[in-house]
């Protein structure tokens, strides 16, 4: 019976990775009984995709933060000095003037979420000079140290290309629609690996069954030679009622044959998913229970819901919708207000003691103005605009698509699911019948009413019955898997989607 296993650790893996695959292997894959859990938990763990597609999800989910980060305050120091010499003429001859100074700045640049950007700026200097004041004489002087500080705001606000929330946040958007899209094609990932997974283990299960049903069969047959053998010595049975057995044994241990050989493919297929040594692999015998479908316009519901190609789609859409809008800003002319407003002092050692300025205050700088810039013909800003809407008309298309393509896919899903679902009952009561019809046969046999050859075949067509009894449930069960995943809620079964969620919120948390 499959059951929803709950979320165990993995040895080895960060807790967000384990939450992600699930399920586990307790110790390692054995011939004892592979329960579903452990073929799943060792498949999902060991499958290359799997491990890329969650990488892909943690990739887009850094570069979804690195979008975010893009407005992130940014802080700026600097630190200068500088020593220039240079010549005068005077009457009596050249002299050497120089000159020597030394800065530091800080400064702290934000941009809004309305594209408004400010820059702070604090800056300080001291200079000293050695010049010539007088041509006359070859005398220099020195002046300095002097200092000055000017503390400067600078606002731009953009009036056409960058303005607006729209035009500042749509790399932010794009990118977390990336990451939706990203998670959503793990999610189908991850899906398509569970079907794989319980469409071999069912199969190799339904071949382990079959090769009991024929070996079970050899051994009656083994039995019922002997018997006759003892008859025909006894002179109770003709020889040639005899060689009817000795048939029938010798075509069961052919078809047992094929029995093994089909087995072993099916251990090979389940080996190579759940990375194990195929003589090393048996499962659990228990049967699986007949699954349950529901209605097909609920189903329809939910794969609109639910499907993680849908959501992909949808976030495809969502990332042309901000790549265009992206397009068509960066295609607009750039109008932008500027202004600046800030305060200047100087003072010096020997003057201005106590910050002493005239009018008592330090000057004060104020600018403003208007900048604008805009291409003369057609630009790269044009074609790229052009193509980002023609790339949102193609993401439309595909969704349209995909939704046609997901209802296809689910309606067609659903009645096979539907038609193997109606086949177990049908097949459960073929079998019971021929089996009491098979026994009827060996009582008539014993009483002399019927013949051997007439016993083999009833006993034939029981054991086909049972054959397709056991058909028919591993394929409603392998075509409700199918019909799960194309709905989207395979995940749910196994509480994967859950799982995911709790990857995220530990990844983010940590």
Known sequence: MEASPAPPQIEGVPRF???????????????????????LGAALQANPSVRASLFDVLAAREATRAAEDARVPVFRASVDGSFRESFSGTAEGVTLNDSRALSAGVGLDWTSEV???????????????????????????????NYDA????????????????????????????????TNASRETEVSGVIRDVLSAYWELWYAERALDVQQGAVELAERQLRDADAQVELGSLAPADRLRFASELASLRETRRSAELTVATQRLTLARLVAAEAN?????????????????????????????ELAALDANVEQAEQNALSARNAARARVDLVGSAGMVTLWADDTLSGLQLPTGR???????????????GSSTADARRAQAEAQLEAARARREAGDWSVRTAV???????????????????????????????????????STPSDLVEAQQSAREAELRRLRALVDAVVAARELEHTTGTL???????????????ERDAG
């Not at 995940?491 to 919120?505: H, K």
Request: hydrophobic share 45%; charged share 20%.
């Open 411 to 449: 309606t067609t899903a659903y009645e096979s699911a539907a038609s193997a679902a109606d086949r177990v009952p049908l097949a459960a009561e073929t079998a019971t019948v021929a089996e009491a019809l098979a026994e009827a046969e060996r009582a008539r046999l014993e009483l002399g009413t």
């Open 17 to 39: 990775l384990a939450a992600l695959l699930v399920v586990a292997l307790p110790s390692a894959v054995s011939a004892q009984s592979l329960r579903v859990s452990d073929a």
């Open 362 to 376: 330090p000057g004060f700088v104020v600018t403003g103005g208007l900048e604008v810039e805009l291409p003369l």
């Open 115 to 145: 594209g408004t950007t400010l820059s702070i700026d604090l800056t300080t200097s001291s200079s000293w000079r050695t010049v010539n004041r007088d041509p006359s004489t070859t005398t220099s002087f020195t002046i300095g140290p």
């Open 491 to 505: 995940l749910d079964r196994f509480s994967l989607r859950a799982a995911a969620q709790l990857m995220t919120e």
């Open 280 to 308: 090393a692999l048996s499962v659990d015998p228990e049967a699986p229970t007949q699954p349950s479908l529901g209605e097909l316009r609920s189903l329809l519901a939910r794969a609109a819901a639910q499907s993680p």
């Open 150 to 181: 000017q503390l400067l705001a600078t606002v731009r606000q953009p009036l056409l290309r960058g303005a607006g929330r729209d035009a500042t946040l749509a790399n932010e958007r794009a990118a977390r629609a990336s990451a939706t899209a």
